[in-house]
């Protein structure tokens, strides 16, 4: 409108034109003063969440001497919330965030956008991105089958005469007795260590996860969250060993969860593999859960002689399939004599 007037020597023009240059000049101004006197804090981010765990997500936002014109701040996948023309002094705000899938996963940034009310100029300020470990989710499993408990047995475990024979050596726990204590160690070293027999790692139950050639994404996620919840239940039982893709022998977690943390996190990590893990030699062992995302069920190879119980945990079971139970959407099926010649 300034300059129409000047090209064509309307004087009525220079009026609204100038008050309207004045006014996107202290928008701008407003604008630019606020966001130097801004600053924004995001409050920690955890570095591992399970699969739809909530998770409150939080910024503070402090202002300068100039007062917030108006804006709007994103936190996470939260949404956006309106800033109050006017705002000053520190405003606290949260978000919820949630992750349906495990794996590796990025937390987008927290961003503040400041305009003014009439939207004539803006400036954005955002917070660095945050990476997350989204780890698999454990539901309650039972572990009763046919009167028993999965993964134990009443009755002495088979091949009992493996208690006699030293397997390997440990770093003393509490409670253990004192005639598994090495005590040669400990007056060459001074330090507390236990025999470990191989009766110990034979009879625990075992929960092999197959992931080669899974049916679909969703189902290599339904099989890892079974051999999680199983893991889990199993260790709080007692004890169990775990067999995951591309490791050539179990780990254990005991009764006391050590060593679960690490395994967790590696179970959220699992990808899909081409060929089916191999089944470590075993004497004197209760039970063994094969857990797949094939659509075929268990491979040929699963065979364990020694295993008192043998269940395929199956996220695609075989259609027919007399099925005997249900783990976190994986149909489990207990192996009789006359089916793991198929199995």
Known sequence: ???????????????????????????????????HGLRMERGPVPASLIED????????????????????????????????????????ITADARFDRRGPARLEPARVRVRDPLALASRTLE???????????????????????????????????????????????????????????????????????????????LVVLDASRPASRDALDRAVRAAASLCFGLAEAGGCTVLLPGDRRPTHVGADLHGWPPLHMRLALVESTADSPRLPAASGRVAVFWVTARSDGAPAGFVTPAAAERFVVAAEPPAGADDVRDVCGCAVRRLTPASRRVA
Not at 63 to 73: E, F, K, Q, Y
């Open 1 to 35: 409108m300034a300059l129409s007037a000047a090209a064509f020597d309307l004087p009525s023009l220079y009026v609204p034109g100038l008050a309207l240059i004045a006014l996107a000049t202290a928008a701008a101004g407003w604008v630019i003063l606020a966001v």
């Open 127 to 205: 917070t660095a991105a945050a990476d997350v470990l989204v780890l698999p989710r454990v539901e309650s499993v039972s572990l009763d089958a046919r009167g028993g408990k999965l993964g134990t047995r009443a009755g002495p475990v088979a091949g009992a005469a493996a208690e006699l024979e030293l397997d390997s050596l440990r770093p003393y726990q509490s409670g253990t007795s004192a005639a598994r204590i090495h005590w040669p160690t400990f007056a060459r070293t001074g330090e507390m260590m236990e025999r470990r027999l191989m009766a110990d790692a034979d009879s625990r139950p």
């Open 53 to 92: 765990e909530r998770c409150e997500l939080a910024i503070d936002l402090r202002t300068g001497r100039v007062p917030i014109p108006g804006g709007t701040v994103t936190v996470g996948a939260g949404g956006e919330r309106v800033i109050p023309t006017g705002t000053r002094g520190i405003r606290h």
